[in-house]
């Protein structure tokens, strides 16, 4: 599996702008399709947004479209979250998680095998 490394969280006010990176090693990047997941204390781990192993489709939860940009550079092995116009609800731990490309993306958390250790984000109202 990719070994996959978040960073780029903190603490930011309501309407602030925010870019999440998840660096990959050990598995070619790019036979992966990427994902973003979130999850809030005490609630289930949500889909956020994901994007195909070479980057031509994009998938986003109805709560951050238009808002988050995900995008990816298989260069430079890195996944990005470009998030605008940040709400307190968007609060949560952001997981990036990886999908071998054999078969379709999905919005599913059980589907992906790789994840990283989750970088914290909070928006403060």
């Known amino acids: 599996q990719v070994q996959l490394v978040e960073s780029g969280g903190g603490l930011v006010q309501a309407g602030d702008s925010l870019r999440l990176s998840c660096a990959a090693s050990?598995?070619?990047?790019?036979?992966?399709?990427m994902a973003w997941f979130r999850q809030a204390p005490g609630k289930e781990r949500d889909f956020v947004a994901a994007i195909t192993w070479l980057g031509t489709s994009t998938y986003y939860a109805d709560s951050v479209k238009g808002r988050f940009t995900i995008s990816r550079d298989n260069a430079k092995n890195t996944l990005y979250l470009h998030m605008n116009s940040l709400k307190p609800e968007d609060t949560a731990v952001y997981y990036c998680?990886?999908?071998?490309?054999?078969?379709?993306?999905?919005?599913?958390?059980?589907?992906?095998?790789?994840w990283g250790q989750g970088t914290q984000v909070t928006v403060s109202s």
């Open positions: 050990g598995r070619a990047f790019s036979n992966y399709h």
């Open positions: 998680a990886g999908k071998q490309k054999w078969g379709v993306i999905t919005t599913t958390p059980a589907d992906f095998g790789s």
